[in-house]
């Protein structure tokens, strides 16, 4: 391949794979791979994403390329698969230059990131407002507010740890349940007696993996079938460890009352 179609299809690639480490489903990501490199190399090209990695194969002047990429997701940031899509399509209908094109790839990877402060405050809201979807009282709604804020700060340094999403999800679940009945414990010394389920239930919401669900289930009706089942089975597998983590906790406390 000449100079000009490698730096094509590194473009291409790096685009998917800023996608797949964000979150993005698998057959959105092979769709833009492949869109991207079609419709600058005018040449037939084969993608096969899963969520650890993306294999890239061109017919280039009767010679088979074959590339592998290795990928690890580290979470789901919105914005970024947002600005990936926007970038793919102007790439793939416009003839921009490649190193304009290079230059907004390394833009969109580094989106603006917010202050913690900003992100315990809404996050903290975020699981507070559950509170009130399942019929809790505006007391549990602020200590569920502050549960969801320490946890959001408890999670971000068990990141720092780099445990495996298994055991780090099971101190999240520890730590936010942990954090919910010192609330109450707090609430009960004022003479208020708040529901635990209700309280537990706010910063438990902000660790579930309702958008890692979601996209194993758009993967399987698009005909993913591999990709979303092992998406599917990670967010189970979440759950599984958030819910050992709090029941280990009910059951050291619920069991002492």
């Given at each position: 391949?000449?100079?000009?179609?490698?730096r094509?299809l590194?473009?291409s690639?790096?685009?998917?794979?800023?996608m797949?480490?964000n979150g993005?489903?698998?057959?959105r990501?092979?769709?833009?791979?492949?869109r991207?490199?079609?419709?600058?190399?005018?040449l037939p090209?084969?993608v096969?994403?899963?969520?650890?990695?993306?294999?890239?194969?061109?017919d280039f002047?009767?010679e088979?390329?074959?590339?592998?990429y290795?990928?690890?997701p580290?979470?789901?940031?919105?914005?970024?698969i947002?600005?990936?899509n926007t970038?793919?399509?102007?790439?793939?209908a416009s003839?921009m230059?490649?190193?304009d094109?290079?230059?907004?790839?390394?833009?969109?990877?580094?989106?603006?990131?917010?202050s913690?402060?900003a992100r315990?405050?809404?996050?903290?809201?975020?699981?507070?407002?559950f509170?009130?979807l399942?019929?809790?009282?505006?007391?549990?709604?602020?200590?569920?507010?502050?549960?969801?804020?320490?946890?959001l700060?408890?999670?971000?340094?068990?990141?720092?740890l780099?445990?495996?999403?298994?055991?780090?999800n099971?101190?999240?679940g520890?730590?936010?349940?942990?954090?919910?009945?010192?609330?109450?414990?707090?609430?009960?010394?004022?003479g208020?007696h708040?529901?635990?389920?209700?309280?537990i239930?706010?910063?438990?919401?902000t660790?579930v993996?309702?958008?890692?669900l979601?996209?194993g289930i758009?993967?399987?009706?698009s005909?993913?079938?591999?990709?979303?089942?092992?998406?599917?089975?990670?967010?189970?597998f979440?759950?599984?460890?958030l819910?050992?983590?709090?029941?280990?906790?009910?059951?050291?406390?619920?069991?002492?009352?």
């Amino acid at each position: 391949m000449n100079t000009k179609s490698k730096r094509i299809l590194t473009i291409s690639v790096e685009t998917g794979k800023t996608m797949l480490i964000n979150g993005a489903e698998t057959y959105r990501v092979e769709d833009t791979v492949k869109r991207m490199t079609e419709n600058r190399l005018h040449l037939p090209v084969n993608v096969f994403v899963i969520p650890t990695g993306i294999i890239v194969s061109v017919d280039f002047e009767n010679e088979t390329v074959t590339k592998l990429y290795r990928v690890t997701p580290k979470g789901i940031d919105l914005e970024i698969i947002d600005r990936a899509n926007t970038f793919a399509r102007e790439f793939s209908a416009s003839d921009m230059s490649l190193d304009d094109a290079e230059a907004l790839l390394a833009n969109f990877k580094t989106p603006p990131i917010f202050s913690n402060r900003a992100r315990y405050f809404f996050g903290g809201m975020a699981g507070g407002f559950f509170v009130f979807l399942f019929g809790g009282t505006r007391l549990e709604f602020l200590i569920s507010y502050f549960a969801s804020s320490l946890t959001l700060f408890t999670w971000d340094h068990l990141s720092k740890l780099e445990l495996n999403f298994f055991i780090k999800n099971i101190f999240g679940g520890l730590s936010l349940s942990l954090l919910s009945f010192l609330g109450i414990f707090l609430a009960t010394l004022f003479g208020y007696h708040p529901d635990y389920n209700m309280v537990i239930i706010g910063p438990l919401m902000t660790l579930v993996p309702g958008v890692s669900l979601t996209n194993g289930i758009r993967d399987l009706i698009s005909g993913e079938l591999l990709a979303g089942s092992a998406k599917i089975m990670e967010a189970l597998f979440i759950a599984i460890a958030l819910a050992f983590g709090v029941g280990m906790v009910l059951q050291l406390i619920l069991g002492h009352i």
